[in-house]
């Protein structure tokens, strides 16, 4: 393998030239398509020098709406710029010297403005003194190994993660600590009070692939009892970079969908959290002897996966499955799942010895409360799913595909084992759109007017979720845009009907006039 590109004025060279790309960059920003390469193949490569003195104080402030609840994210060109990037990066940087961090992983997915941004981030942390390790094109996932395996505990993945191609954004770790919250908005307030850290000499920029040991790692650990045939569908997301190459050596034979990185995604949205993302996937189930099929989002945090007959085992399903096989290894293991997943999960995991505990809903909240709880598996509707057992706790999309493929190889045929698990009807996640703030207005006047008739109880860790006999009822606000997000789940549809007319009487009741999606 073989990268080429300009490090603080001396091209680096490594490997083999027949698989990688090659970037140089001048002291001054070019045209950003020219700037772009179409494909992205794993390799450590960064546009450097975006900057003419990288030394110098970032004077400018990126615009608020990029900094978000779990992470920040923008329109490139727009309202994420290489100019707020450095910005962010100089903060970063800052911070971790504050909390007396030496050095930061860089990695970025595979969307064309990936090099440019990740150049002008670590210009910033540079900036600051702190030393940047570049882990180029891979999965968010293999960012996060990166701070364990290179020992930097601290990273940062440049990635649009499911969003559309025009977007992208970065996730932080900071001595371990998922940024997330307040601690994302202090960096915003940092570059606005000018406190940021200048160094005399900035930081080093080294380069390491962590691909090889990461594979490593997890082939000498997961073990499939039988070879399987499976559909894996990247959705022209970086996981294309890895996957392939992880589930061969793990001894499976694959039919590939879009597996080639291509920062326009011009097959299909990487995002397997909707059904119709899947189309492919079911089709080539259909028309191969392929037994299951996976499907990774678009930078390979989250995992869809399919039965052979088409059906969708959604997030929540699959943690029974993973819950029941972590329980036999750790006895009255917790188990922590969000506040959108099914009421079938904490009767499963009780029944099997553990421990349910229901949380916020967003990946930086549960990666947080898995850290506090020494929990050994956590997971999200969203298809984040964190395995402290036998892994290192963070989400990772490769790895629960593996962790999955483990546990169905165990019997002759994956199908009953995925359809045998306990399901229920239910909507998918439905959106009341408001403006800004309104949606915490809503919500909280929920919770101090509402009733709802023949309710159990109702828990408000996140939002209004009302528990039913037969079922439940969810409204929470969302932290990332200005909407209320709805789901309901029942035995029957006739239940469903009747929480939600439940719903609908409530929410009337405290936002006349509203428009209901249901």
Sequence with gaps: MWASYQADGQEISTGSPDAWCTFSRSATIPDAQASRAPRCHGAPRIIQGSFPNIGASSMFVPAPEIFKAYDIRGIVDKTLTAEAVRAIGHALGSEAVARGQKAIAVGRDGRLSGPEL?????DGIRAAGVDVVDVGCVPTPLTYFAAYEL??????SVT????????????MVLGGQTLFGELIQALRQRIIDGNLVNAAVPGKLTQADVVPAYVEKIIGDVKLSRPMKIVMDCGNGVAGAVAPELFKRLGCELVELFCEVDGN????????????????VIRALKETDAEIGLAFDGDGDRLGVVTKDGEIIFPDRQLMLFAEDVLTRVPGGEIIYDVKCTRNLAGWIKDRGGKPTMWNTG???????LKETGAPLAGEMSGHVFFKERWYGFDDGLYTGVRLLEIVSRQPDANPVLKGLPDAISTPELNIKMNEGEPFALVDKLKAEASFEGAESMLTIDGVRVEYADGFGLARPSNTTPVVVLRFEADTREAIERIQADFRRAIEGVWPGIQLPF
């Design 118 to 122: 990740a150049g002008a981030l670590s």
């Design 160 to 171: 649009g993660s499911h969003n559309p191609p025009d977007y992208n954004g970065l996730k």
């Design 265 to 280: 995604f011009p097959n299909h949205h990487p995002d397997p959290s909707k059904p119709e993302n899947l189309a492919d």
């Design 151 to 156: 020992g930097t505990n601290s990273c940062v």
């Design 363 to 369: 990946h930086a909240l549960v990666k947080a409360k």
